[in-house]
């Protein structure tokens, strides 16, 4: 669709029996297996209208940024490509993993998406000799862009508060790390990801 296309409310059986305009009970989530919130209030559930506004690069794929490495990309062979550095983190690292051809996941070539696995193995045991670190967080939403990508997030040693889904809200209130700390993270991704002999580190330099 367009930007001007109109939007009507989204119909189906599940969105006729949806809560809209209630404010859901979020006490559930209060002191959970996971007790980093002390309190927690939704707003109201919004209208859902259909069809979705397009996301980035689905109408225009030269609008797309995953498509070609760019400043960014600290790792890239002939298929995939790892970016970071988009911003100082407070997490000891943050990255992007998207195929370098502009595919969704519904449409990827079936030998795009076997190199994955490798790929994540890969960037996995590398996120892992960052000193501090324990873990490598995968994560994958898809409104943002039309282009296949996923995210890793460094979980640091004994942050029991971060495990799951709740280390991306973390990164949003913790405090940005020294700036040379967070290159000096990027540098040993990028080393590490290269040290098998296929790709190459910052192929854009």
């Keep these: ?57 689905e109408g225009d794929p030269s609008e797309c940024g995953h498509c070609k490495p760019s400043e960014h990309t600290i790792w890239a062979n002939n298929t995939w490509q790892v970016g970071s550095g988009f911003a100082i983190p407070g997490l000891p690292f943050i990255a992007s993993i998207s195929p370098r051809e502009h595919v969704l996941l519904e ?33 994958r939403w898809n409104d943002g862009s039309a282009h296949l990508h996923l995210w890793a997030y460094a979980r640091p040693e004994g942050m029991m508060q971060g495990r799951g889904a709740i280390l991306p809200y973390w990164e949003q209130v913790l405090p940005a790390m020294p700036e040379d700390m967070a290159r000096e993270h990027i540098d040993i991704v990028a080393e590490a990801l290269a040290s098998s002999g296929d790709g190459s580190a910052y192929p854009g330099r």
């Design 1 to 57: 669709m367009t930007d001007d296309q109109p939007q009507r409310p989204a119909d189906s059986p599940w969105h006729r029996w949806a809560p809209i305009g209630r404010t859901l009970d979020a006490s559930g989530v209060v002191g959970g297996p996971v007790p980093s919130i002390e309190s927690l209030r939704l707003l109201p559930l919004d209208e859902m209208l259909a069809p979705e506004r397009p996301r980035h690069g």
């Design 107 to 139: 449409s990827a070539p079936l030998e795009v998406l076997a190199e994955l696995g490798p790929v994540l193995q890969r960037l996995s045991n590398a996120v892992k000799r960052i000193p501090g670190v324990a873990r490598c967080h995968f994560m």
